[in-house]
T-cell receptor
């Protein structure tokens, strides 16, 4: 089984709808991240969490919210989706206990289309 | 803004040649550096990490780091068509923050 899983893998939704993307990991890592990737813009950090009680905004958090329900689960919500949130979304994990260098491991991604 | 710069490419090399991918970064206090490979539509996969000045070799891959010049590179020897992908450079400014990623260099290995 994959260490980092994301659901759904693909989603098409309409403008104004609320949508949640979920990430689960079995790596036992304490840190989790959400990125979006757009052609020509690279990976951009949306939110990150260093433990269950710690949530931090990344460079593009507007229009998004997150929830760290447990060490293994980190969800990303779009409260009212808009077309420019169409992108590939990745969850990633890292673990300060095993790697002070913050190596990150990525889930398979969710392709989101907002019509 | 902490910058990580890469040429977007595409970099085209013939099969069997050495591919050289370069990355510069702006934050002088950066401590660790990573190379990820990403196939189209797939997630980034960590292939190399380097923390000290000099070279680090792993199979056909060699990462090179020069902190004084704020430069990190990835060499791929005996390039194969399966190496065709986008290579992302990532920099960790310190252990208390997330990685900064470059936009990636597209590599095409032609048979």
């Amino acid at each position: 089984d994959a260490d980092v899983t994301q659901t759904p893998r693909n989603r098409i939704t309409k403008t104004g709808k609320r949508i949640m993307l979920e990430c689960s990991q079995t790596k036992g890592h304490d840190r989790m991240y959400w990125y979006r990737q757009d052609p020509g813009l690279g990976l951009r950090l949306i939110y990150y969490s260093f433990d269950v009680k710690d949530i931090n905004k990344g460079e593009i958090s507007d229009g998004y919210s997150v929830s760290r329900q447990a060490q293994a689960k980190f969800s990303l919500s779009l409260e009212s989706a808009i077309p420019n949130q169409t992108a590939l979304y990745f969850c990633a994990t890292s673990d300060l206990q095993t790697s002070v260098n913050n190596e990150q491991f990525f889930g398979p991604g969710t392709r989101l289309t907002v019509l | 803004q902490k910058e990580v710069e890469q040429n977007s490419g595409p970099l085209s090399v013939p099969e069997g040649a050495i591919a050289s991918l370069n990355c510069t970064y702006s934050d002088r206090v950066s401590q660790s550096f990573f190379w990820y490979r990403q196939y189209s539509g797939k997630s980034p996969e960590l292939i190399m990490s380097i923390y000290s000045n000099g070279d680090k070799e792993d199979g056909r891959f060699t990462a090179q780091l020069n902190k004084a010049s704020q430069y990190v590179s990835l060499l791929i020897r005996d390039s194969q068509p399966s190496d065709s992908a986008t290579y992302l450079c990532a920099v960790n400014p310190d252990s208390g923050y997330a990685l900064n990623f470059g936009k990636g260099t597209s590599l095409l290995v032609t048979p």
